[in-house]
């Protein structure tokens, strides 16, 4: 990565910020993003992508207030690099991901009651039970790819069925559809526009079980679909929100998952701690978020002319929020690039924060929980038996293929 | 130009408090976390979607805070220590410019 200062007249845009060409979509950079992030984090508060045309963020401070800060800052004009307010979107937008205040209230309220902790801790018991299983059938085997064997399964299993999908399909559809969509969150660059391309039959496929005939009756699709009968929803917002749930809710699971299931197989006497303790898991599971968040980066708008860290931006100006830089800023967390599980890692940015932080957190932080405490009461240890392979995508990292040894405790 | 100085009173299930000196824009469970006020775990860290920030804001205070939001009362519903007329998530209450003492009653469990 190269960082120069740019002449005033070459880059009116960006008169007094430091200007990189980093790529942070560039495999390179994916395969280890943290020293690109700490280069990042030096350069200043604020920085301009010359490649994107785009600002950037990569500090704790700077990133939380934008975030709390949504009518400064909006995500109406698209979470990506393209600006749905002067560019066609790829889709037709999300009306709660890509909305703002107030039409994002409306959508956002049915959403947060569903998600919320009071609705979600229903589902723990059948969790927790299914957790009991998978880690009797890896532990049977010995050997794994921790990736479908496990990482995988198991959102596959339990997040596929509270919201009431069919089976069938699950495996081919589901991830490649979140890839797509979590593309989508930098530029339209080749790995997006392969991805969209392979994923025609996943579209197709998602768009059948988010009717209201292929749902359960009680699970959270349908609820969905009551919340329209109340009048809450428009009718056909109903199956838009049950195709949120499906797209935003599978690939970050599973790549928390596996981010976890590294974090611990290169650290083994955070692992001996966690097995020592097992009711630990939802404080390890934080630390893991932090350490190697799912979520490393994406994009607002600002909706006027508006100062950012003493750099004056441009009304309709796109900046990049990189908050998996965040989660390791040394001005925030001290031994940022410790792993710890003993660390108070609450405040982490790796579900966002403000009126569009991750809806699905509490699930996610719920099914992450069940299966780490399910592996820390069973398993004494575990190893990585060869390099594991990393799964490019635009704004989430996570791996295709971990091989691993399990030995039950 | 400086901020009028306002303060936020925690009050522990057990009758003790403490009084914190902030200025307009300050949050309440970000304030509380910032001064190691027990009680307040917000796991969320501020999105409104936990509800384990919940406080009772007393009576006098309401004035100095905006309402509850559309989300917020949904989200109030999921209170682990039940939900009163009174109750708010500390991370949507902020001080308004001018505001007087607020008071919060910190709930005996949040998860």
């Known amino acids: 990565m190269s960082s ?52 950037g963020l990569a500090r704790h401070a700077e990133i939380d207030s934008v975030l709390r800060d949504s009518a400064t800052f909006c995500s109406s004009a698209g979470v990506g690099l393209a600006n749905f307010h002067v560019e066609t979107p790829w889709r037709k937008p999300s009306i709660i991901l890509e909305a703002d205040p107030p039409l994002h209230g409306r959508t956002r309220k049915v959403v947060a009651g569903l998600l919320a902790p009071a609705n979600i801790n229903k589902l723990r018991a059948t969790m927790e039970r299914e957790a009991e299983l998978l880690v009797d059938r890896v532990l049977a085997k010995g050997h794994i790819d921790a990736v479908p064997d496990l990482c995988a399964a198991f959102p596959l299993k339990v997040f596929a069925d509270a919201v009431g999908i069919p089976r069938d399909g699950r495996e081919e559809f589901l991830l490649p559809y979140g890839d797509m969509v979590f593309n989508a969150f930098g530029p339209v660059n080749e790995r997006f526009k392969v991805c969209l391309d392979k994923a025609q039959g996943a579209i197709a496929w998602i768009a059948e079980v988010c009717k209201r005939e292929n749902l359960t009756h009680d699970g959270l699709g349908a609820q969905l679909y009551a919340a329209a009968d109340q009048g809450l929803l428009d009718p056909e917002e109903a199956p838009m929100l049950v195709r949120t749930l499906l797209s935003a809710g599978l690939d970050t699971t599973v790549f928390t998952l596996c981010n976890a299931m590294m974090c611990f197989a290169r650290e083994p006497e955070q692992w001996a701690t966690l097995h020592a303790q097992p009711t630990m898991a939802r404080q390890a599971l934080e630390e893991v978020l932090r350490f190697e968040s799912t979520f490393h980066s994406f994009y607002r708008t600002t909706t006027r002319e508006v100062e950012v860290a003493g750099v004056a931006l441009p009304n309709e100006q796109k900046i990049c929020v990189f908050i998996g830089s965040a989660n390791r800023d040394p001005r925030r967390w001290p031994d940022a690039h410790k792993f710890d599980v003993n660390r108070k890692a609450n405040g982490n940015l790796a579900f966002g924060t403000g009126v569009h932080g991750c809806a699905g957190q509490m699930i996610a932080r719920l099914e992450g929980e069940v299966l780490l405490a399910a592996l820390a009461r069973r398993v004494k240890s575990l190893r990585l038996e060869s390099a594991p392979v990393i799964h490019y995508n635009n704004s989430v990292r996570g791996y295709d293929s971990m091989p691993m040894s399990l030995v039950a405790a | 130009m400086t901020s009028a100085t306002s303060q936020i009173t925690f009050i522990q299930p057990d009758g003790s408090a403490r009084t914190i000196a902030v200025v307009a824009g300050a949050n309440v469970m970000l304030t509380a976390l910032a001064n190691g006020i027990a009680g307040i775990v917000a796991e969320c860290g501020g999105a409104a979607m936990c509800a384990t920030c919940h406080v009772y804001l007393n009576e006098g205070s309401a004035a100095f805070v905006a309402p509850v939001s559309e989300v917020e009362n949904e989200m109030l519903e999921s209170a682990a220590s039940g939900r009163r007329e009174n109750s708010r998530l500390g991370c949507q209450v902020v001080v308004q410019p001018g505001a007087g003492e607020i008071v919060v009653q910190i709930p005996s469990h949040q998860v």
């Open chain 1, 4 to 55: 120069t200062l740019a002449p005033d007249a070459a880059l009116m845009s960006a008169p007094n910020a430091p200007v990189t060409d980093f790529d942070p979509y560039a495999d390179a950079v994916l395969d280890d993003p943290y020293p690109h992030y700490e280069r990042l984090r030096e350069l200043g508060p604020i920085f301009y992508l010359s490649r994107y045309g785009a600002y």
